[in-house]
């Protein structure tokens, strides 16, 4: 059973660092064509996608978000981190991570139940 | 960067066909995938590359991918078919994007 869950702050200051975490089960990010990333939807909003980690530590960032991202894996620990610098009110919103399929042209297969992050002073 | 556009809403009486669309420039050329999100639920995906469907996922659901528009169908609808749907495209000038989503209502 392949099962992710995300974690981290729910409330966090304006211009502080976000750090989420992606603990996932049954499946294992050394396996080629794998990849875990992360999506978010502020609320009443679209999906948007952030970043994503293959297998072989190849990483992705959103173009305009890219200066304020950092993805990282733990292999060992099957866990996925995203860090998101100098967070702003507009940064509100539900963060999902997720497990790819394929390469470049991929889909999200499995999905965390999503964690609530709120940016507010 | 590449835009894709989806409309804002599409209605559908139960039992009736509903077709919801993926605009975007030569977007035939690219690979389409499908998401069923429901209020407080993370996505599901219901066809991924076009046009191929999860198991899982009823045979009601298909998708087609031709020149500027891509369209997820939906055959007999029914009530529990009422969410919101994003398509999601790979652009090499912008990599993933998600449509703006369509709500679909089931009157």
């Known amino acids: 059973q392949i099962t992710l869950k995300e974690s981290g702050p729910t409330l966090v200051k304006p211009t502080q660092t976000l750090t989420l975490t992606c603990t996932f089960s049954?499946?294992?990010?050394?396996?080629?064509?794998?990849?875990v990333g992360w999506i978010r939807q502020p609320p009443g909003k679209a999906l948007e996608w952030l970043a994503l980690?293959?297998?072989?530590?190849?990483?992705r960032y959103s173009s305009s978000l890219k200066s304020r991202l950092t993805i990282t894996k733990d292999t060992s620990k099957n866990q996925v981190v995203l860090t998101m610098t100098n967070v702003d009110p507009v940064d509100t919103a539900a963060y999902y991570c997720?497990?790819?399929?394929?390469?470049?042209?991929?889909?999200?297969?499995?999905w965390g139940q999503g964690t609530l992050v709120t940016v507010s002073s | 960067s590449y835009v894709v556009t989806q409309p804002p809403s599409v209605s559908v009486a139960p039992g009736k066909t509903a077709r919801i669309t993926c605009g975007g420039n030569?977007?035939?050329?690219?690979?389409v995938h499908w998401y069923q999100q429901k209020p407080g639920q993370a996505p599901v995906v219901v066809i991924y590359?076009?046009?191929d469907r999860p198991s899982g996922i009823p045979e009601r659901f298909s998708g087609s991918n031709s020149g500027n528009t891509a369209t997820l169908t939906i055959s007999r609808v029914e009530a529990g078919d009422e969410a919101d749907y994003y398509c999601?495209?790979?652009?090499?000038?912008?990599?993933?994007?998600f449509g703006g989503g369509t709500k679909l209502t089931v009157l």
């Open positions: 997720a497990r790819s399929r394929g390469t470049q042209t991929y889909y999200f297969d499995y």
């Open positions: 049954g499946f294992s990010l050394s396996t080629s064509g794998v990849g």
């Open positions: 980690i293959y297998w072989d530590d190849d990483k």
């Open positions: 030569n977007i035939g050329s690219k690979s």
């Open positions: 590359y076009d046009s």
């Open positions: 999601q495209v790979w652009d090499s000038s912008s990599d993933q994007i």
